[in-house]
């Protein structure tokens, strides 16, 4: 059965300071998706990572992708309370099908 | 940027009834997904909804309990069927496409939210 994990569940941030938020994944694949889910909204795309070594940066936010540890991260710099919502890993597999990891809300605070 | 809206954006109905939520795209697509996400939860894909052919179902989803059609490339609808307060979720289609020249991505309607009293 694939499994997509994310750890933490929840997280409460200080603005300013780093974190790492992390999504395991327990079958191959060559397309992990990182999105943003605002209370009450849709989602929106972050970054598609789609090859092993991937690195994507935007703004305060950078996501990598390691195939062979079947691992993503999702870096948050110098938080902002802007940046406050649930965050969701997401992995590709055949048929383009998407398969979400359990989401993390990060809350920041000032 | 490709638009994709749902009707209705959201509704509340007794248990018992059906409703239809629609998914419509501004250009052509050829892969449509509908998902689930229940109240706190993560989103849970239900089938892919296939042009000309009946849908593709996940493991815990049936055809008599949502059944979706798809008569075009840019259009699919969703029905939940014989609704029970468990079904009180958001419904969300998304499509794969690519925007301004970039790699093919699924990109997620603004979904609908479902309450069954």
């Known amino acids: 059965e694939l499994k997509v994990e994310q750890n933490p569940l929840f997280l409460s941030m200080q603005e300013g300071k780093n974190y790492t938020i992390y999504c395991n994944y327990s079958t191959t694949s060559d397309r992990l998706y990182w999105y943003r889910q605002d209370p009450g909204k849709s989602l929106e795309s972050l970054f598609v990572l789609l090859s092993n070594g991937a690195v994507k940066q935007e703004g305060r936010l950078m996501a990598s992708l390691d195939t062979k540890a079947r691992l993503s991260t999702l870096h948050i710099t110098a938080a902002v309370h802007d940046l406050s919502a649930t965050y969701f890993c997401a992995l590709e597999t055949s048929g383009s099908r998407l398969t979400f990891g359990e989401g993390t809300q990060l809350t920041v605070n000032p | 940027s490709a638009v994709i809206s749902q009707k209705p954006s959201r509704d509340i109905c007794q248990r018992g009834t059906s409703l239809t939520i629609q998914c419509q795209v501004d250009s052509q697509v050829t892969m449509m997904f509908w998902y689930r996400q229940q109240p706190g939860q993560s989103l849970t894909l239900i089938a892919t909804a296939n042009q000309g052919s009946e849908a593709t179902y996940e493991s815990g989803f049936v055809i008599d309990k949502f059944p979706i059609s798809r008569p075009n490339l840019t259009f699919s609808t969703l029905t939940v069927s014989n609704m029970s307060p468990e079904d009180s979720s958001i419904y969300l289609c998304?499509?794969?496409?690519?925007?301004?020249?970039?790699?093919?991505?699924?990109?997620f309607g603004p979904g609908t939210r479902l309450t069954v009293t």
């Open positions: 998304s499509v794969e496409m690519s925007i301004g020249g970039r790699r093919y991505e699924q990109y």
